[in-house]
């Protein structure tokens, strides 16, 4: 880690680097390109605001005709556990009833985030729902039975930070995915 930068201090070490992350993305899009129709409408949904760097990339790379939507639905406060409570704080702007939509998040952890989404989303008659993460925890899954059709890396429970994901609302602007250093947050 460069010493002139403001995270030098803060992170135990990079798992995810910017390379990386980018290939894997180009990999993603083209796999959502490919099971839709050429020139099918896709609604991107990203969900705030971790996914805002992922959903940027993503979008670029998809190639088909794109709307941006957003919403935000806070489970975390600034600690690094999730509550399992599940607050809307602004929901979408588009009308999404009979339309194809992609719901972007950074992280999959419990799966309580999207267990909420899917359900309030079903509700508005959609064409279709898929979901898109770049990262999943596996192993603090407590909803079990949540069909994520895209996921670009597996990770292992550690706190990670960095390309969207923050602690205490840092570290969102880094362009690789690190592991904090346990001792800024025990
Ligand atoms: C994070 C992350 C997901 C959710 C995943 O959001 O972006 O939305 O938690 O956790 P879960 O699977 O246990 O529900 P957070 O509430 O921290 O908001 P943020 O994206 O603004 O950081």
Redesign the pocket.
């Known amino acids: 880690m460069k010493e002139d930068k403001f995270y030098a201090n803060d992170l135990a070490e990079i798992i995810i680097t910017e390379e990386e992350l980018q290939e894997r993305i180009k990999e993603l899009a083209a796999e959502i390109t490919a099971c839709y129709k050429p020139d099918e409408e896709l609604v991107m949904v990203g969900?705030?605001?971790?996914?805002v760097l992922f959903m940027a990339d993503l979008a670029r790379h998809i190639n088909l005709p794109v709307i941006f939507d957003f919403m935000?639905?806070?489970?975390?406060g600034k600690g690094t556990y999730?509550s399992?409570t599940?607050r809307i704080i602004k929901d979408l702007e588009e009308n999404i009833e009979g339309r194809h939509v992609l719901i972007v998040?950074?992280?999959?952890?419990?799966?309580?985030?999207?267990?909420h989404v899917i359900a309030m989303l079903e509700t508005r008659r959609p064409a279709s729902i898929k979901i898109v993460t770049l990262l999943d925890k596996p192993e603090?899954r407590?909803?079990k039975h949540l069909n994520v059709d895209f996921n670009g890396f597996e990770i292992p429970d550690k706190f990670v930070v960095g390309y969207?994901?923050?602690y205490a609302?840092k570290y969102?602007n880094l362009p690789f995915i690190a592991v904090l250093k346990e001792e800024l947050y025990s």
Request: zero cysteines.
């Open positions: 969900i705030l605001r971790g996914a935000d639905v806070s489970s975390y999730s399992g599940v998040e950074d992280i999959l952890d419990t799966g309580k985030t999207l267990k603090r407590v909803i969207g994901l923050d609302e969102r």
